[in-house]
């Protein structure tokens, strides 16, 4: 069974400080990993997927498949950081999304 | 490119009565699902639609049913109303499939 597991409820960081959000799956096929983000009041929309080796906003995901884990990494939290952050797994084939629960991200100034 | 649109925003109803939800999927989307959003749980898969047949369905009971419309619409009907049902239903769509979803705002749905 797929499943995603964000240990944290909820990170508090100062400004400036790195940041990073746990996040590990359990799947025995080939995943595809998503960060997810949902700033107070707007959509959930997507930050980044593991596909890509992107960085958006200053974040960036490696997929370690030897520890399972999909870790978002920030090296400077900044104020408009504060969000719900979720995990997502996928795949190639046609299986919906499977969410962690999410990890709430607070940057103090 | 309009985004997911999802009508209504805010619904109150009452233990007992029935709802439905409308999602209006990005042009071109073919693949529409659903999530229950909640505090304790997170996102829970509801359904998929692709083409108007449902794909994948979630573990909701079966008064959590859907449908899709040969625009790709789809709409989401949840009948006998629980307390517990209280959540923010989102509705995301998707050009190939479940994964790389894009949200709609979701319905805010709160049953007293």
């Known amino acids: 069974a797929q499943r995603v597991t964000q240990p944290e409820k909820l990170l508090s960081v100062f400004k400036g400080a790195p940041v990073e959000l746990k996040c590990n799956y359990s799947?025995?096929?080939?995943?595809?990993l998503f960060w997810y983000v949902q700033y107070s009041r707007q959509r959930l929309q997507l930050l980044l997927r593991?596909?890509s080796r992107e960085s958006i906003k200053g974040f960036t995901a490696d997929l370690n498949k030897g520890e399972t884990s999909f870790h978002l990494k920030k090296p400077f939290a900044q104020e408009e950081d504060s969000a719900m952050y979720y995990c997502?797994?996928?795949?190639?084939?046609?299986?919906?999304?499977?969410f962690g629960k999410g990890t709430r991200l607070s940057v103090i100034a | 490119k309009a985004g997911v649109t999802q009508t209504p925003r805010y619904l109150i109803k009452t233990r007992g009565q029935q709802v439905t939800l409308s999602c209006s999927p990005i042009?071109?989307?073919?693949?529409v699902s659903w999530y229950q959003q909640t505090p304790g749980q997170g996102l829970q898969f509801l359904f998929e639609?692709?083409?108007?047949?449902?794909?994948n369905k979630g573990n909701f009971p079966g008064r959590f049913s859907g449908r899709q419309f040969s625009n790709s619409r789809s709409e989401m009907n949840v009948s006998t109303l629980e307390l517990g049902d209280s959540a923010l239903y989102l509705c995301?769509?998707?050009?190939?499939?479940?994964?790389?979803?894009?949200f709609g705002q979701g319905t805010r749905l709160t049953v007293v």
């Open positions: 997502a797994l996928g795949n190639s084939g046609n299986t919906p999304l499977v």
């Open positions: 042009s071109g989307h073919r693949s």
């Open positions: 639609y692709f083409s108007e047949t449902q794909r």
């Open positions: 799947y025995s096929g080939s995943p595809e």
């Open positions: 995301a769509s998707s050009s190939r499939g479940p994964s790389e979803a894009f």
């Open positions: 593991h596909i």
